[in-house]
């Protein structure tokens, strides 16, 4: 009697056997899925580990400011933004934690898949090629930001092999690993994943080894996978560079592979929304988070002359200048209309640290049922992780590079040339909301240099808080003098800069964080400067 | 109990004189011998073996052989000489005998002074006996009462009134599974008295031990209903260290504030392992040992017990008003060199308030004290009414009570009616006994939330902006026109109806029977039930920049059901100087939980009649819901064996399992303990000292509070983070499974060790007591949850391993003095007085310490972390940069080089480790919540029907990390409210000043975690002060007629700046409690309470 009454099976779990059954293991594939926003515990605070990487990408760059109630509100995100980052810091830990479990859990179906004798076998290959991408992507995640990673697999199965060095491999040979899952999701996938969109189809792994190759700087390899991508024939860009933005285009013709987000589902708290970008609502009829601004950079970085090309030079923006169509697509600015909300006519949050400008390109209108009106006032809208026009971007830098700056004026015009066709942002008399003006670039670059200088100055247009911008510059090798000669005349314009300074060799990547260096038994090696 | 019929007396067959025989009945039994020598043969000598006969069998013989008459009354054997002498005169004489109370006492003897004549007191305590009449004075004895002499002056009624003898030594106390008399106890155990219980206004009991003990700390969040910790010598684990709360024999485990205070008896805390180890498993916290009254007056007995009160808050604090936010805000923007502008105090010069805050001018300017705005002076009161009775066949009380407590917070309170039912009867000779014991009560909280960094009344009152008025022009709860806060009078009242209820019933019934004399069986079945109930609706609301733009409802219902069997066989045993006490029995336990939530949103009114799930849109429906139970089963055995009342020994074995553990269930809980009654010793023969005992004791106890399932990896599907749109939907998700948690199967039981050193002191009859404890206590295999290293994600990152230790040092000391009554002038004075040193002694090698979570950082502390557990510190210690207070010029900030972004008026940091910068590595221990020291001083006066008391506590050696600074003295965050010292802030003019120059920018980062933030806590309280009268008996036709007035938390020296030097910890039901402690964060301040009551008796 006494053995019995003292027996303790969990309520409502699944024990080691019966998470064996074929639909069970489908869960642990969901799952796999699931923490690709962000969103780990139970915790409000997956703006710390956001998918979107706005504070790891945006704020850390030219791009933008952290926002919120001044520099006090998230203060270590304000540590970021100067540069004063250090590895205690909360972001910089539950990031790693986001991604690792996220490994930790394509690593886990991998190896129950394995061992099940009851799935289906060529949907067993399949299921694990997915994991074998998710895992790639985690890693590409954990490489860009932190670069010095431990490696874990399907093998590590005891809590004990999770202590493993970060040193252990060396750049290149974690970079064949991440390869290794992309290419070996390649092999298997099927083309057409129209049925359920989160599952990469094999498009999606060969585009994010394009991406590898982009940031291993293998350019022959990037125009390959690139090529083969395009040449597929399966995305296309959308007419309207604003449509690619609203939640119906979420899984749309431009995406190739996207963070699936979704709102009342049943979830207590729609943690299954953009729990990530919660505290970006920009203010006056959304709740007053305001995080995420746009730096006057940013803005001037819009500037064209007459003849819609760039100017860029970084001189504040008035009524009178000509700016890229993208500018009021991209950011708030006061008396343009705000998505279909009105005139952009509110006082931002804090505007005298962080100004006025707001994010408005991943904004979900707060008229749209992809928006939440209640607590955390998330959207439904898909995070996109890799988009048609970053292929295209790809394939130009990849063909500039190796000299074929044609190649690269063609690919970079097909973005250009798209934003140059959509639809302005109007008034509600139907004229344009500012003197917008771009063109393709319709004359031969003239060297590596300036076709370099427009194939960057085009991400960054193109992909303006969407992320991207700090890793790129990184990878560019300029990170250092962009950040700087940035901070030099905006700490003229914000006080809150006032003691940023980028360190060269040091701030490009993140620091380990301090709980990995202490739990990881000598084994972690922290990044240098920190 | 002292005297008991059933006593078996053991003479051998030599021969012995009658005063010795009387004597050897009097060690064996308790019992007294009333007598006059001179009547008497003692001088006789006769053999009157004896072999386990009962006390009256025993004077019985005796009677025969001596042949005397034998009269048993109460407690007395009265002997007189067998042959009546010759009649004398003789006169009547009436009279009543009362109790200190002033309560009818029953059953007191009263006797003609030096002689054997005497009679017992009725129930009404009423006598009348016949007195030689020549007889001059009556004396009056009572057991636990001090005799006392009524001369008799020839009134034709006495009353008398009786007064407790000074040193309860004879006083039960209630000890595992049984009593014990307190002078032949072995362990530490604090009692609090039944008096001092008595008509104080206090909602829970848990708060009635405030300060009353040695080693007995209490931290509350004040807030009616609110949270209560008890500490035992402190902190002994990282997650439980509540005590084991036994009411009536039955365990329970949380809602303590369900109890009516006015049902209890008596309240002793069992503080030493050797006391508590018959619990074993979870009582290495302490045990509170709470025992609810019975019937014991012949005569039915009806109680009313009433008062009512008013409280406030003591002590405010001050925030910028309208214009000095402005000033300061401008002086802030012009120290970062730039130039003044903000969207309400305009671009100009000075900041200037406007007409209107918005443009739709519905919103006038205005000067809000917000502070002021919350708090109120709000009502207390309690009703009470009894019945009772009992005899020696049966005994019955019932209670019904009725508390309502408003919280000082406007649109919060408190309120319960209980009920309780005890009862007993005896059948077959008192050889069978059955009875219950049973209370119900239900609870209606509306608790502000409170202490929490994210969304405290108290700090968000901090934060809201003067400017802002509390209604706008249309009637409205205006909007902040700065920030985010909700307008915290519209929050509290659009939370004024959403209030917790909970249904709590808990009772033990019992079954005893004698088998054989000296042989107890006992059954004991017990529950605790609560179920708590709420629902919690926020309506639709739009301020400029937070809003509810639907309206949403919680409904949540959580179940919890535990019960306990009990069965235990009890062996008593005298023989010559010998006796001992065995018990051995086995308990059984299970605990059961179940809940679940559902919500809605989008309710077309907010009537609370509307306020139901199914008015709302069933679109948005989300439920969640959960259960866990576990079990245990214990061994109990006990033995007590002392020696001709000199030496005392106790020790218990209890073994314990538990489903909570896996491979590990059992767990084996000795302990051992002594006691030397020095006093006692023929050698000893210093008049002075009256009572003397040496304690020692040593015992094991365990814990096992791991979350349900520790021990078992498993698989479940979480709606937070396990599920995915995997067909690209935007409402809809496919159920994923995680990883519950890395079980491990090898988790063992948590083991403290304590070892104790007392010694009980009693000097001039007992009029002084001393009472000192020195305690080591020690736990090993920790209950920790481990971090795994961070490559193992965020899920489930830790497992519940036992690693580490802790310890705690301490001392205790109570000193009483029971003054002579004098001119009926009677005083005490009593001090109690404890230190606890705690440190956590070990940790695994690759743990520097154990910190709180990133995600409950986010949500209490802002992302800030102020505390951590490491070696050689205590729990929860504070942790961050030493500041060593603010640069006063340029020369001093270029003289130390080490602040490059540093200007004059920023906090120097300390570079601890001399490496020219100021980094992480430069942070330390920069204080301590725990007190060095924490004490009480009572003081109680009776003069006549009057009687004064007053009650004063404090501590010293205490730290606070005042975290209310982080929004309160820096601008970083520049649009909430700040408090008034930012008037003193550092500027040129004002070098010497203590707070930093206000910057937006704060490019020295001023606002890092620092010992800026951390504040001596050292106060005194006086707690309490009571003035009482009691009417003469008979008024009203009653037994018994109290008044009095009390004020309680009447005022408080400290030198701390915020609300409350006492603030506990964040909240006290969360897993993460004891990591957490001494951070305000706005704490709900303790009420200064005036009460006026009244105890009537019939």
């Not at chain 2, 106790?650 to 051992?672: C, E, M, V």
């Not at chain 2, 983070?721 to 890395?742: C, E, K, W």
């Amino acid at each position: 009697c006494s053995k019995s009454f003292l027996n303790d099976t969990p309520i409502g779990e699944l024990s080691e056997t019966q998470v064996q059954t074929p639909d069970n293991l489908e869960g642990l594939v969901v799952s796999a899925y699931s923490v690709l926003n962000g969103q780990f515990d139970e915790a409000s605070n997956a703006f710390n580990s956001p998918a979107s990487n706005w504070s790891f990408g945006d704020v850390v760059s030219d791009d933008a400011y952290k926002g919120g109630g001044g520099t006090g509100d998230q203060n270590q995100i304000h540590l970021m933004e100067i540069f004063q980052t250090n590895p205690s810091i909360i972001d910089v830990d539950r990031k790693w934690l986001a991604l690792y479990e996220g490994v930790k859990r394509a690593n886990l179906a991998i190896r129950e898949l394995n061992k099940s004798e009851t799935f289906d076998p060529e949907l067993k290959k399949q299921r694990i090629a997915e994991m074998r991408f998710l895992r790639g992507h985690y890693y590409f995640e954990l490489k860009k930001i932190y670069n010095h990673i431990p490696w874990i697999d399907e093998t590590d199965e005891t809590t004990d092999s999770y202590y493993k060095s970060n040193t252990e491999l060396t750049s290149d040979q974690l970079w064949q690993k991440i390869l290794d899952d992309f290419d070996a999701a390649y092999k298997v996938l099927p083309a057409d994943q129209s049925a359920e969109p989160a599952r990469p189809t094999k498009w999606a792994a060969r585009a994010y080894m394009a991406k590898c190759y982009i940031f291993m700087q293998d350019w022959n390899d990037a125009i390959t996978a690139a090529d083969d991508v395009i040449n597929s024939g399966k995305y296309h860009l959308m007419d309207n560079f604003r449509d690619v933005f609203l939640p119906d285009n979420d899984n749309g013709p431009e995406i190739i592979f996207a963070v699936q987000n979704s709102i009342n589902d049943g979830s207590p708290n729609n943690y299954n929304g953009s729990i990530g970008d919660r505290l970006m609502p920009p203010g006056g009829p959304f709740p007053n988070y305001g995080f995420l601004r746009p730096s006057q950079n940013l803005v001037n970085s819009f500037k064209t002359d007459a003849a819609g090309m760039p100017v860029e030079d970084n001189v504040n923006v008035t009524d009178a200048d000509y700016v890229d169509p993208r500018l009021d697509h991209t950011v708030g600015r006061h008396g343009i209309p705000y998505l279909d909300m009105g005139l952009y006519n509110w006082e931002p949050r804090d505007a005298v640290t962080y100004g006025e400008f707001i994010q408005k390109k991943r904004q979900v209108s707060k008229n749209s049922p992809a928006y939440l009106q209640v607590w955390p006032y998330v959207t439904s809208m898909n995070y996109y992780i890799i988009r048609y026009a970053d292929v295209l971007l790809w394939r130009a830098e990849a063909a500039i590079e190796t000299g074929d700056l044609e190649t690269g004026r063609t690919y970079i015009n097909m973005v250009r040339g798209r934003a140059k066709n959509s639809e302005v942002v109007k008034f509600d008399d139907g004229t344009p909301a500012a003197n917008y003006s771009i063109d393709t670039y319709n004359t031969p670059f003239a060297d590596k240099a300036e076709a370099t200088t427009a194939l960057r100055t085009e991400r960054r247009l193109e992909f303006a808080l969407e992320g991207h911008r700090f890793f790129d510059l990184v990878r560019w090798g300029i990170a250092d003098s962009v950040m700087n000669s940035y901070f030099d005349v905006e700490k003229t314009r914000r006080t809150h800069l006032a003691n940023a300074h980028f360190t060269a060799g040091k701030n490009e990547y993140f620091p380990i964080p301090q709980s990995m260096v202490d739990l990881g038994k000598g084994m972690i090696t922290q990044n240098p400067g920190y | 109990s002292a005297s008991d019929l059933s006593k078996r007396i053991n003479i051998d067959e030599g021969s012995y004189t009658l005063g010795q025989f009387i004597n050897m009945i009097t060690d064996q039994s308790g019992y007294d011998f009333t007598y006059q020598a001179a009547e008497l043969p003692m001088e006789t000598k006769a053999s009157i073996p004896m072999k386990g006969e009962t006390v009256d069998k025993a004077t019985e013989r005796l009677a025969k052989t001596f042949q005397l008459k034998v009269n048993i009354l109460n407690n007395n054997i009265i002997l007189k000489p067998g042959d009546a002498k010759g009649k004398q005169d003789t006169k009547t004489i009436k009279g009543k005998v009362l109790d200190d109370k002033g309560q009818p006492l029953p059953g007191a003897t009263v006797v003609v002074k030096g002689t054997t004549t005497g009679t017992i007191t009725g129930p009404d305590g009423t006598f009348s006996l016949t007195a030689p009449a020549n007889a001059t004075a009556l004396t009056v004895t009572f057991i636990g009462m001090q005799s006392q002499d009524i001369a008799l002056d020839g009134r034709a009624s006495y009353t008398v009134n009786m007064r407790p003898e000074t040193v309860g030594l004879d006083e039960v106390v209630a000890i595992g599974y049984g009593t014990v008399k307190k002078k032949d106890l072995t362990g530490a155990v604090g009692i609090v008295k039944s008096s001092e219980i008595e008509s104080q206004p206090t909602e829970s009991v848990d708060k009635m031990l405030q300060g009353r003990m040695a080693g007995v700390d209490v931290v509350a969040d004040n807030s009616p209903g609110g949270g209560v910790a008890v500490r035992v010598r402190g902190y002994s684990t990282i997650r439980n260290n509540e005590p084991l709360y036994i009411i009536d024999g039955v365990p329970v485990s949380e809602g303590i504030n369900m109890v009516n205070p006015n049902d209890i008896a008596s309240i002793q805390v069992l503080k030493d392992a050797s006391s508590a180890s018959i619990y074993g498993a979870r009582a290495a916290n302490g045990v509170v040992i709470i025992t609810t009254r019975q019937g014991k007056s012949k005569d039915p007995s009806l109680r009313v017990d009433a008062y009512v009160g008013l409280q406030q808050a003591a002590n405010k604090l001050t925030m910028l008003n309208a214009q000095q936010y402005g000033d300061m805000l401008w002086q802030a923007i012009k120290n970062d060199g730039a130039t003044p502008a903000n969207e309400i105090y305009g671009n100009g010069p000075t900041p200037v308030i406007p007409q209107y805050l918005d443009a739709a001018q519905i919103e006038p300017s205005a000067n809000t004290n917000w502070v002021d705005e919350i708090f109120r002076t709000a009502p207390v009161q309690s009703y009470n009414v009894s019945f009772s009775k009992g005899d020696e066949k049966s005994r019955q009380a019932w209670s019904l009570g009725y508390f309502n407590q408003d919280g000082i917070i406007k649109y919060t309170g408190f309120e319960r009616i209980s009920g309780r039912l005890n009862s007993e009867y005896n059948f077959f000779d008192k050889k069978l006994k059955v009875g219950e014991n049973l209370g119900l009560s239900h609870t209606w909280s509306n608790v502000a939330e409170n202490n929490s960094a994210l969304g405290g009344v108290v700090y968000e009152a901090y934060k809201m902006p003067s400017i802002a008025p509390v209604k706008n022009l249309n009637g409205e709860y205006a909007s902040s026109p700065l920030n985010d806060i909700q307008n915290p009078m519209g929050k509290l009242y659009r939370n004024k109806d959403n209030k917790g209820k909970t249904l709590k019933l808990f009772g033990n019934g019992y079954i005893e029977y004698k088998i054989i004399e000296g042989l107890t069986a006992k059954t004991n079945f017990g529950i605790d039930y609560t179920n708590f109930y709420e629902r919690n609706y926020s309506p639709k609301y739009v301020e400029t920049y937070t809003q509810q733009n639907l309206s949403s409802l919680t409904t949540s219902n959580n179940w919890k059901f535990d019960w306990v069997w009990t069965n235990t066989l009890n062996y008593v045993h005298q023989f010559g100087k010998h006796s001992i006490n065995v018990l051995a029995g086995m308990e059984t336990l299970k605990s059961q939980m179940e809940g679940f939530t559902g919500f809605r949103e989008g309710f077309a009114y907010d009537d609370p009649n509307f306020r139901y799930l199914d008015a709302g849109d069933g679109g948005s429906q989300k439920n969640t819901g959960t259960g866990t139970e576990w079990s245990m089963i214990s061994y109990i055995s006990k033995v007590d064996y002392s020696y001709d009342n000199r030496y005392l020994l106790s020790a218990t074995f209890r073994r314990d399992g538990s489903s909570k553990l896996g491979n590990n269930k059992w767990g084996n809980f000795p302990a051992i303990s002594a006691g030397w009654r020095v006093s006692e010793e023929k050698f000893f023969n210093v008049d002075a000292i009256t009572n003397l005992k040496l304690r020692f004791g040593w015992g094991q106890n365990g814990n096992q509070d791991v979350p349900a399932y520790s021990t078992i990896s498993s698989y479940y599907s979480n709606p937070y983070y396990s599920n995915y749109a995997m067909d690209g939907a935007q409402t809809s998700v496919y159920t994923g499974f995680t990883p519950s948690r890395n079980g491990n199967p090898d988790l063992k039981w948590e083991t403290t060790t304590q070892t104790n050193f007392g010694v009980d002191l009693g000097l001039v009859k007992n009029r002084i007591e001393f009472t000192g404890d020195y305690f080591i206590k020690t736990t090993k295999d920790l209950l920790m949850e481990r971090p795994l290293p961070p490559t193992i994600g965020g899920t489930t990152q830790t497992v519940w391993t036992n690693a580490g230790e802790m310890q705690n040092k301490g001392f205790e000391i109570t000193l009483n003095y029971h003054s002579k009554k004098v001119n009926d002038l009677q005083w005490n004075v009593g001090l109690n007085l404890s230190h606890v040193k705690n440190e956590l002694t070990s940790l695994p090698e690759d743990i520097d310490y154990i910190g709180l979570p990133g995600s409950y950082l986010h949500s209490v502390n802002f992302d800030q972390e102020t505390s951590r557990s490491a070696v050689g510190e205590p729990i929860s210690s504070f942790y961050g940069y030493k500041a060593l207070g603010l640069f006063k010029t340029q020369a001093e900030v270029d003289a130390w080089g080490k602040q490059p972004n540093a200007q004059p008026g920023d906090i120097k940091f300390a570079d601890l480790n001399n490496d020219g910068v100021i980094d992480a590595n430069d942070r330390t221990f920069i204080g301590s919540p725990h007190p060095d020291m924490s004490f009480g001083l009572n003081f109680s006066l009776n003069y006549r029907s009057w009687d004064f008391s007053l009650f004063a506590r404090g501590s010293v050696g205490a730290q606070i990390y005042d975290l209310t600074r982080y929004y309160g003295d820096f601008f970083d965050l520049s649009a909430y409210n700040k408090q008034s010292r930012t008037l003193n802030a550092w500027t040129t003019d004002n070098p010497n000043a203590t707070v930093p120059r206000l910057s937006l920018d704060d490019p020295n980062n001023n606002i890092r975690p620092s010992s800026y933030y951390v504040q001596d806590a050292d106060y005194v309280r006086l707690q309490n002060v009571k003035l009482g009268y009691t009417l003469p008996a008979g008024k009203l036709h009653s037994k018994r007629f109290y008044l009095y007035v009390q004020a309680q938390n009447l005022f408080t020296i400290t030198n701390y700046k915020g609300l409350d030097p006492e603030v506990g910890l964040q909240n006290y039901s969360s897993a993460h409690k004891n990591l957490d402690i001494g951070v305000d964060r706005g704490i709900y301040p303790a009420a200064r309470t005036y009460t006026l009551g009244v105890n009537l008796e019939f």
